[in-house]
């Protein structure tokens, strides 16, 4: 269960990053292009975690 929460927390963050980096309207300063790649990475990192996770729990409930 914590580990969901924690997912879920790094989720909301990424979102976070993302709006205000869209807010932003991705100005040409180089700092901002490397943040937006970071927050892409890190949200396509957090769904492959999400995946993982819901793999894992519906393996326990069928040997349950």
Do not use: G, P
């Not at 269960?1 to 100005?27: E, G, P, Q």
């Not at 292009?33 to 996770?53: D, G, M, T, V």
């Amino acid at each position: 269960m914590k580990f969901i929460c924690i997912i879920t927390c790094v989720l909301k963050v990424n979102l976070y990053f993302c709006l205000r980096n869209k807010s932003n309207n991705y100005l040409s300063n180089d700092k901002n292009n490397e943040k937006s790649i970071i927050s892409i990475s890190s949200i396509r990192y957090s769904r492959f975690l999400w995946h993982s996770a819901n793999k894992f729990n519906k393996r326990d409930k069928f040997y349950k």
